[in-house]
């Protein structure tokens, strides 16, 4: 099974830099995966590592490492548009399944 | 365009009544997943599929049913037998199981 914590809320301000932390367990491991969630909308993918290190995208960027079980997302400038549940995915390959099983989110309020 | 389509946006579901939500994906993905999601709960997976004719049981799975006919659908049927079927659906697909999952807009359920 898997263990997934990360910070409910977050608040920070327009323009800022904030850290979303994200811990995990798994019986086996294939990468984890960080989507954003707009209110009443469905997830779009952000990141994937499967390596540890960080992987920077535009004004995102993602950090994993292996032995300790975490990640980060880390976004950068913060806009307004922002706003939304960031989630984290551990993709499990235990069993052959290589199942995606997410955390419960963590909300982010950019304010201005 | 190509991408994942679900339909319909919203639904309305008496007591005792089965409905079915559509899926449809033009990605030419292999594999398609079902999740629901419940306010403040991350996504739980109910089935999926790697591959036509074939689909396996997620973490809940009691109460709904699937079929994968054809590569492009995989139509989930909400059964009387789910008890508390108020949530959002989520249909997603992969190129195959373990790569990164796209997700559709999403059905929202809502019982009567």
């Known amino acids: 099974g898997q263990n997934i914590d990360q910070p409910t809320e977050m608040t920070a301000t327009e323009g800022a830099i904030v850290q979303i932390n994200c811990t995990y367990q798994t019986s086996g491991f294939n990468g984890l995966f960080w989507y954003q969630q707009h209110a009443g909308e469905a997830p779009t993918f952000l990141s994937y590592n499967v390596l540890d290190g960080l992987e920077e995208k535009g004004r995102f960027s993602s950090f994993l490492s292996r032995s300790k079980g975490y990640s980060y997302l880390l976004l950068k400038e913060l806009q307004m548009k922002d706003s939304a549940s960031y989630l984290c995915a551990p993709a499990d390959s235990g069993a052959g399944s290589y199942q995606l099983t997410f955390g419960k989110g963590t909300k982010l309020s950019v304010i201005p | 365009d190509g991408g994942i389509t679900q339909s319909p946006k919203y639904l309305f579901r008496k007591e005792g009544q089965n409905v079915t939500l559509s899926c449809e994906q033009n990605?030419?993905?292999?594999?398609m997943y079902w999740y629901r999601q419940d306010p403040g709960q991350g996504l739980r997976l109910i089935y999926y599929s790697q591959i036509v004719n074939d689909f396996q049981k997620g973490d809940i799975a009691e109460g709904y049913s699937v079929s994968r006919e054809k590569k492009e659908s995989f139509p989930l049927t909400v059964t009387s037998a789910q008890k508390n079927p108020t949530a959002f659906y989520l249909c997603a697909s992969s190129t195959h199981r373990g790569e990164t999952q796209y997700f559709g807009p999403g059905t929202r359920l809502l019982v009567l």
């Open positions: 990605l030419n993905h292999d594999a």
